[in-house]
């Protein structure tokens, strides 16, 4: 099954960076790992993906409004949000693919059981013991969860 997700993305992927969608970045000097840029169809496509989402999560909803911000703000402002002292997502990698994924999610989206309030270790467990395999490739080959 990993073969044939990894084929299906190798081609997706080609097929982007034939039609324009897509190009690696800083492609003309030797390229940068894992960074894209846009070509005019890809840039549409986003826009458009991106307007849509701003409708239904902005527009049609009363209870939401519009923000658009700096993400680069004083450190006051971060530690004032509880970014710095609240965030500590468990993450777990996937030692076959070397993908990437929350814990809480990876166990909630494939057991639909709630885990807020879990420990590192316990996620970790009940990874291991329900043998949650990777949604990208498939495999049951799991580091420990740690914190981010």
């Avoid at 309030?117 to 495999?139: A, F």
Wanted: charge should be negative; include cysteine; proline fraction near 2%.
């Amino acid at each position: 099954m990993a073969e044939n997700v990894e084929k299906t993305m190798s081609k997706i992927v080609s097929l982007c960076k034939r039609r324009g969608f897509i190009f690696q970045g800083s492609d003309i000097y030797g390229g940068l790992a894992n960074t894209w840029d846009y070509g005019p169809l890809g840039a549409e496509l986003k826009r458009n993906v991106k307007d849509y989402w701003w409708k239904r999560v902005v527009h049609e909803r009363d209870d939401v409004v519009g923000l658009d911000s700096a993400i680069l703000m004083h450190p006051r402002v971060w530690e004032a949000s509880g970014h710095l002292a609240g965030f500590n997502d468990a993450l777990i990698d996937c030692k076959q693919c070397k993908s990437r994924f929350r814990a809480d999610h990876l166990i909630e989206d494939s057991l639909d059981m709630k885990v807020e309030g879990k420990s590192v270790q316990e996620l970790t467990e009940i990874i291991h013991d329900n043998e949650i395999k990777c949604p990208t490739c498939g495999m049951v080959a799991w580091t420990e969860a740690r914190v981010f």
